[in-house]
Each structure stands twice: as structure tokens, then as C-alpha cells.
């Protein structure tokens, strides 16, 4: 199984590329032409639910800051320190414990590995 991500700017472009090489459907906010980098929080969450995707990123505001119904699945990476194949193989390992629908909030921590 693999996941629909939206990468938020704060993850690596070396972890973009690995998750795609582990065939997960990624898009970056700064390939997208509706939202670039500098795009609000709010703009992020809505157009990551209107495109089935969850959120990867290293910003904790998607889960204190945004109202709840205005959320969509996030992936918050708050071990900055980790690798982007850490971080992938992290990603890679919850698809084989939960659907991307089941994704509320999950930590991409080493504890994951």
C-alpha cells in the first residue's frame, strides 16, 4: 500500500524522492501551481483533502493551530535530526499498520523503525 502525500516545504526534497522511489505518490507544495512556498496552513489542509492527500511535515501549527474539520491526515516529523531514508522507510513502515483514511495524526519518529 502506498500513501498520497503532500510534502509540506520544510521536508527535504531528498525525502520527496525517496518515498517516490518506494512508489508513495508525492507532491511537494512548491510543484504545486495552486499553492508554492509561503502558502498558508489553511491552503495547504484544504487542498490536501480536496486531493486525497496527507500531510507530511515538520510544522506542528497542522494540529494546534487548524480546526479540526479543516484538517486532513498529517505525518508531523518532529526528529529533525533524522535521515530522508529514515524518514521514507518510517513513512513506508505505517502503510503496512494503516490505511492513509486512518491517518489522524501520526509521529514520524525513529520509534516508528
Known amino acids: 500500500m502506498a500513501y498520497r502525500i503532500l510534502a509540506d516545504e520544510n521536508v527535504e526534497r531528498a525525502t520527496v524522492n ?9 507532491e511537494r507544495l512548491d ?8 502558502a498558508e496552513d489553511e491552503a495547504i489542509a484544504r487542498y490536501a483533502r480536496e486531493h486525497d492527500r496527507i500531510v507530511l511535515t515538520q510544522d506542528d501549527d497542522f494540529f494546534t ?4 474539520e479543516h484538517m486532513v491526515g498529517v505525518l508531523y516529523q518532529r526528529e529533525q535530526t533524522l535521515s530522508a531514508r529514515e524518514v521514507g522507510d518510517i513513512v513506508h513502515e505505517m502503510t503496512q499498520y494503516l490505511e492513509q483514511s486512518d491517518v489522524t495524526l501520526e509521529y514520524v519518529s525513529g520509534n516508528w523503525l
Open 18 to 26: 525517496y518515498l517516490r522511489k518506494l512508489d508513495h505518490d508525492v
Open 31 to 38: 510543484e504545486v501551481a495552486e499553492l508554492g512556498l509561503g
Open 65 to 68: 493551530e487548524l480546526e479540526i
